[in-house]
Nanobody, 127 residues
Framework: QVQLVESGGGLVQAGGSLRLSCAAS????????MGWFRQAPGKEREFVAA????????YYADSVKGRFTISRDNSKNTVYLQMNSLEPEDTAVYYC????????????????????WGQGTQVTVSY
């Protein structure tokens, strides 16, 4: 069982930056590939970024490529999402998720790949 707690959301002006953190409980954090998703009002949850167990592989949605960076610190049981050049279209609740996997390099982009989810943190980008 893994519990995930996101933090770092808030209100920021367009062009600004935020850094989201997701702290995981349990001793097996390095056994999970991690991902960030987001959900805007009236829309489906969508993939944002993913990182492998080792941190050596990452993958991004086209809409955030070049602006967002996912990283992880297995010694701190934490995954991060650095968000730069934020746009109003980035406004959403951001969720981190964990996917149990035997692969050190696999990344996952679909909701159904993930076994555990955090409660979400709101990110609002104003004009």
């Amino acid at each position: 069982q893994v519990q995930l707690v996101e933090s770092g959301g808030g209100l920021v002006q367009a062009g600004g930056s935020l850094r989201l953190s997701c702290a995981a409980s349990g001793p097996t954090f390095s056994s999970y590939a991690m991902g960030w998703f987001r959900q805007a009002p009236g829309k489906e949850r969508e993939f944002v970024a993913a990182i492998s167990r080792s941190g050596g592989s990452t993958y991004y949605a086209d809409s955030v490529k070049g602006r967002f960076t996912i990283s992880r610190d297995n010694s701190k049981n934490t995954v991060y999402l650095q968000m730069n050049s934020l746009e109003p279209e980035d406004t959403a609740v951001y969720y981190c998720a964990a996917a149990a996997t035997g692969s050190a390099v696999a990344v996952f982009t679909r909701v159904y790949h993930y076994d555990y989810w955090g409660q979400g943190t709101q990110v609002t980008v104003s004009y």
